[in-house]
């Protein structure tokens, strides 16, 4: 018997989280949880789940992506795929580089405040994030996909399968 692909669903909102249950769940998948990025990152260690969807405001505005730089900075989980989850707009790019993109949108004086750039290369899928820190810093960190919120279940279960079978 195939064992189910596991998703570790990180989000503060638990309405969030059963919804998400819900539509993984009727898709075959086994969904765990967590409501913290520390309680996320002790999942990542003690489930070892096949993908993870972050949110990114919890207890502070940008724990997500917090988290996910943890991943990427940590040999253990840097090969687990993870979706960013946002209600933020995403701006496009057809340029070979989303990094590079990210850096001349800092520049374009409408877009130099935005606290945070999520960018995905039309083309080729790749994608990433560009953000101030609240250290007054800019971060960037490659990320597999963004799933949007409000949540829809067909757009979901397409981000999900480019990544895991």
């Not at 997500?64 to 979706?83: H, Q, S, V, Y």
């Not at 989303?98 to 945070?116: C, G, H, I, S, T």
């Not at 999520?118 to 820190?133: F, H, P, Q, R, V």
């Amino acid at each position: 018997m195939e064992t189910r692909k596991r998703i570790l669903v990180v989000d503060d909102d638990i309405d969030v989280i059963t919804v998400l249950r819900t539509i993984l769940t009727k898709e075959g998948y086994e969904v765990i949880s967590a409501v913290s990025k520390e309680e996320g990152l002790e999942k990542l260690r003690s489930e070892k789940p096949d993908l993870a969807i972050l949110d990114v405001m919890m207890t502070t505005h940008f724990e997500g992506f917090d988290m996910a730089r943890a991943m990427l900075n940590n040999p253990e989980f840097k090969k687990i795929p993870f979706l960013i989850q946002s209600s933020i707009d995403i701006l496009v790019t057809s340029k070979a580089s989303v990094q590079e993109m990210a850096r001349e949108y800092r520049k374009d004086p409408n877009f130099k405040d935005l606290q945070v750039i999520l960018l995905k290369n039309i083309s080729d899928g790749t994608a990433g994030i560009d953000y101030k820190g609240e250290d007054g810093q800019t971060y960037w960190f490659p990320v597999c996909g963004f799933i949007r919120k409000p949540v829809d279940a067909a757009k979901i279960i397409e981000e999900i399968k480019k990544h895991i079978n």
